[in-house]
């Protein structure tokens, strides 16, 4: 649009509501998006050495702000998905087309996902999660044995979960963006701990070695909000 025609667009704008309105409507769905990047609870770097820099901010940066804006682009023209929430979305998965399911899982997972992880500080599961690990597993090793087990057994993109179900922890793992929330994952619960086994959360450092990864992962646990979730998994 020239600059002149633009003038008299707005002075016809100005002169009646019915232009008005829709210039408004436009500049409000762009300014607020339905759904946005969550603020990361820590510098880029601060899970170094175990999870670099240049990974998170490729992750976080790149692959998790394009799960937002995509989700934003394919809720648009679906009616079912449209002005719901998050977990809204997850909890029907299954019905609704792939761009909505798939990149509400990115986001939610990815949301997840950051704050279940915290710079090495020498931390150490809780003792609500020690419990449920002796109860299910008969010892920490035995829990990361077979979580690192799950996450090298998900062929291609996942994640690996820790999920409480009646009151009891096992060990999940999901293709692609999918959870352990969404009417279609074959064990359903609520996520307590997930890792990322997709290659672009380690394979700039890692290469190909993703056991190397799942093993680096326990050093940077944020084992405070594992306990956290714990108390909040009563009662669902
Ligand atoms: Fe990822």
Request: proline share 6%.
């Amino acid at each position: 649009m020239n600059k002149r025609r633009s003038f008299l667009k707005r002075m016809a704008a100005a002169s009646t509501l019915a232009v008005v309105a829709p210039d408004i409507s436009i500049w409000a769905q762009n300014a607020t998006p339905a759904f946005s990047l969550p603020v990361l609870p820590y510098p880029t770097d601060a899970l170094e050495p175990f999870i670099d820099k240049m990974t998170m901010e490729i992750h976080y940066g790149k692959h998790h702000k394009a799960y937002v804006d995509n989700l934003n682009k394919a809720i648009v023209d679906n009616d079912k998905a449209k002005d719901r929430n998050l977990d809204f979305l997850i909890s029907i998965a299954g019905q609704l087309p792939p761009a909505v399911r798939n990149n509400a899982g990115g986001h939610y997972n990815h949301s997840l996902f950051w704050t279940l992880l915290a710079p090495a500080k020498g931390q150490q599961p809780g003792s609500k999660f020690m419990e449920m690990v002796n109860a299910s597993f008969g010892s920490l090793d035995k829990f990361k044995e077979e979580f690192a087990k799950a996450g090298m057994q998900r062929f291609g993109s996942g994640w690996v979960w820790a999920i409480i179900k009646n009151n009891k922890l096992l060990i999940s793992s999901t293709p692609n963006q999918d959870n352990p929330l969404m009417d279609v994952a074959e064990s359903k619960g609520y996520p307590i701990l997930a890792l990322d086994v997709w290659e672009h959360a380690y394979y700039l450092k890692y290469q190909n070695l993703r056991a190397d990864y799942i093993k680096a992962f326990w050093n940077v646990v944020n084992w405070n909000e594992v306990e956290k979730r714990i108390i909040s998994s009563q009662g669902k």
